[in-house]
DNA sequence: CCCCCGTGATAATAGGTATTATCCTCTTGA
DNA sequence: TCAAGAGGATAATACCTATTATCACGGGGG
């Protein structure tokens, strides 16, 4: 009631004050010369002036109605944005979106009024507000690809974190396939002949990723490799089908089924990287930065954070100059760790 | 492939469609009925049906236009609201700002485009897009009361987190005063007689507050206290005074500072709490979650981060029914830890 | 003298929704 | 037969900005 009349400033009151119209305020603040539009320098210089003094700011609203531009990039999050008890994902993605897009002078606006449910954020809810925002981020592990193509046919612009296989989709995601296939190569040379694959569902791009480059690696060495899902199975399943199998390495896709399946072989008093060799196929956890040192690959998620705003912008601004490939994958780094070992003669069973 | 060409469904072609005016089907959309507002059952269901016919959803870009409000909550950071190496301050506040802006349906507007200068944003820059949001949430140790002050009379809604001694400014803050005595308490009961303090300059009010609670307990119980401020005199020196000076219990301010001391009192063989107690007057730092066990407080940041929110949804929707206080001060949590211990006989100098 | 054109600024309008005032029709009571 | 009123639906308008078409004015060339 109060606020809406009595606050904000537009550019109707910059007008009368400065003495002109609501249209001469819009062309000098969009500083437009185009053909027909002329606008002495002292006029120009008068509304500059009222703004100035009022602290006068668009409306995104208004704007956003008009098409027009708010820099303001959207963030949209599967999953709450900021860290809590059981999650911590997004934090290093977002410190790169950060000063990515304090250096192009973009303020950020987190979707945070879509709610979650079932613990999942959706795009399309009653009153979507992504057009609020001149572009968006999408960050996620599991996206709906059904969704992506939606929003793409809508005409909004976006860019996923994290390799799409979906048509006309930019993205910037990270090269899992060619860290596996180091990790596999090293334990082959460390002389492992059976080996026990912990994944999750292959329904991700990266967890397809992550096994076909494994699967291709190990095969081609001749390396016997059992598989199992994680989720689907159990985690005590999965280990107890690792010890009746024989493998000497485990490659574990998830880092927290890694820290659980660690816990079960040390409870079973098996010895880590002496009697079982473990990979993780993954970042290694933050929240587990006190527990084991394993053998891991890193993506660089900051950067992946800073490219996809750099990326969102050049698409929001159109090309000019040189210009950003829409789907960029970045490399990781190889961790050693200290869970990779050569194979035990001895059995642990 | 549909609403890309063609635009989206709007309200008139739904009316079009089902032969009513677009003032019906908002209505019908609206549900209204109040006075005045009759829609039969048999028009109302006729607009249903083509609305689920149809892909029609309203556009929150009219709807906030018409409402007044952008239901958007700013945020602004002091500094880089996401973790980097060096600072985590923010995301346990911004943790419960977000979750209570999702619980009221507000989009989070992170003001990045605010620019660092010395390490800090500045509120007012040459053009501060503050005014997008419709009220804003303000983080930071040292906010510039003078700024505020400012800010406050520009007729802008806001609310600090930390309490601020400036008239008319709401806030949700810390008691740090009683969490501040308690230990100071158990210092005495514990028998130390001589105290050292290294605190920070005493410009915040927090500083102030933690800084008059412990020099008020510990004199009204006779006991000495001597004082430095550890960016003022650096660290090494403060550690000299202390050792020098004979103090059998240590209080620090800044866990920071309370690590690297308790660092230097490791080099030099001091035994903690056995030669000294170390009493930190803050937050134990969460980077050093694989540290020492201090003994501290710790303040409910997330519930302070919700508390401004919902604080600030209040201020700009206007006051209707039980009001929260604007200006709030919330518990800290003693946390034991091993750092205090008894004073010991024999001396470690 | 009239036409044309350059200059400077404005009126009008679109964009989609919510709200209010207004209008039309039909029924009922006197 | 007419006034009153209820029921049903719509026109008009506001919200704020960006854009386009238009207008007023004065000077120079024909």
Chains 1, 2 share one sequence.
């Not at 003495?19 to 062309?27: E, F, I, W």
């Amino acid at each position: 009631m109060t606020s809406s009349q009595g606050g904000r400033v537009t550019q109707r009151k910059i007008a009368e004050l400065a003495g002109v119209s609501q249209a001469t305020v819009s062309l000098v603040l969009n500083g437009r010369t185009d053909n027909g539009v002329r606008i002495p320098e002292e006029t120009r210089k008068r509304v500059l002036d009222v703004i100035k003094a009022t602290t006068y700011v668009a409306d995104p609203v208004a704007r956003s109605l008009v098409g027009g531009m708010n820099n303001l990039v959207g963030v949209f999050t599967y999953e709450h944005a900021f860290p809590n008890e059981t999650s911590d994902f997004y934090t290093p993605l977002l410190t790169g979106v950060e000063s990515a897009a304090e250096a192009l002078g973009l303020d950020l606006l987190m979707f945070t009024s879509a709610p979650l449910v079932d613990g999942r954020r959706r795009i399309f809810h009653e009153n979507s507000r992504l057009r609020l925002a001149d572009g968006c981020i999408l960050l996620g592990r599991k996206m709906d690809n059904g969704e992506l193509a939606k929003l793409r046919d809508s005409g909004y612009k976006f860019v996923a974190i994290g390799r799409r296989d979906v048509e006309g989709i930019a993205y910037v995601g990270v090269d899992y396939g060619t860290p596996t296939r180091e990790l596999a190569r090293q334990a082959i040379e460390a002389g492992h002949s059976a080996a026990f694959y912990a994944r999750l569902s292959l329904a991700g791009e990266s967890s397809r990723d992550r096994h076909d480059a494994l699967t291709d690696e190990l095969a081609a060495a001749g390396i016997a490799l059992t598989q199992a899902e994680t989720t689907a199975v159990g985690l005590a399943e999965v280990w107890r089908r690792v010890r009746a199998g024989g493998a000497t390495i485990l490659f574990v896709e998830d880092p927290k089924d890694a820290e659980e399946l660690y816990a079960l072989a040390a409870a079973d008093g098996v010895a880590v990287p002496d009697d079982l060799s473990f990979v993780v196929l993954g970042e290694r956890d933050r929240k587990g930065g006190c527990g084991v040192d394993f053998t891991c690959f890193s993506a660089p998620r900051t950067e992946l954070g800073a490219r996809a705003v750099a990326l969102l912008d050049q698409i929001l601004k159109g090309v000019q100059g040189p210009t950003l490939s829409t789907r960029q994958l970045l490399e990781c780094t190889v961790l050693p760790g200290r869970t990779l070992g050569v194979p035990s003669v001895r059995s642990y069973r």
